[in-house]
């Protein structure tokens, strides 16, 4: 599976858009970008994914550049329930192994 | 639809005790299942995947197995706990395009 690079930890005022990016230069033509999160003490969740067109449904949106080699999860409201760790994976659609990173670790300030 | 359930929630085991962790999934067949660990701090490491019963495929070295008796079933176990299992076990399952957690059960080994 490509590698994926995260910011360790971001801040993001509550009501605010939190925007976090992923870099996935070494991305092949078949793996799809996933965003799942971890709330403290849970199982993931998954949030989104896509391929290269931008995706939105009612958690996120997704924004994959032209190139595909980053990605951008933008939560549109932040609220402090979005406190989370979120995980960008880059895999091909039938691989079936998730291979989690370090992730990014997203605190939504009141 | 589809739920995934997973017992104990806590765990808190002697050195040396047997371990047996179920994770049960309804309202799907012939689910891809999934073990992870994440100790204390640490990432998600894929310790199992199943995509049939019987089918079992070890993803690192170490002191735990995994059984796939039915189905929906997915059976963690270990003859003999050492203390660096300790970690919070989540079971998974995959749908086409991305994967459902279980509650996850902590353990402790003492």
């Known amino acids: 599976d490509a590698k994926t690079t995260q910011p360790t930890s971001m801040d993001c005022a509550e009501g605010r858009a939190a925007n976090l990016p992923c870099n996935h230069s070494t991305i092949s033509g078949n793996e799809y970008v996933y965003w799942y999160r971890q709330i403290h003490s849970q199982g993931p969740q998954y949030i989104i994914h896509g391929l290269k067109n931008n995706e939105t449904n009612e958690m996120a949106s997704l924004i994959i550049t032209e190139d595909r080699k980053s990605s951008t999860l933008i939560l549109p409201h932040a609220t402090l329930r979005d406190t989370a760790v979120y995980y960008c994976i880059v895999r091909p659609r039938g691989n079936e192994k998730l291979t989690f990173g370090t992730g990014t670790r997203l605190t939504i300030i009141p | 639809s589809q739920t995934i359930h997973q017992w104990p929630a806590t765990l808190v085991q002697p050195v040396g005790s047997p371990l047996s962790l179920e994770c049960t999934v309804e309202g799907t067949s012939n689910p891809n299942l999934y073990w992870y660990r994440q100790a204390a701090g640490r990432g998600l490491q894929l310790l199992f995947y199943?995509?049939?019963?019987?089918?079992i495929s070890s993803e690192v070295p170490q002191n735990l197995s995994a059984s796939r008796p039915q189905d929906r079933q997915f059976i963690l176990s270990s003859k003999k706990l050492l203390l660096s299992d300790s970690g919070f076990y989540l079971c998974a399952w995959s749908l086409e395009y991305g994967y459902t957690f279980g509650s996850g059960t902590r353990l402790t080994v003492v």
């Open positions: 199943s995509v049939g019963i019987g089918q």
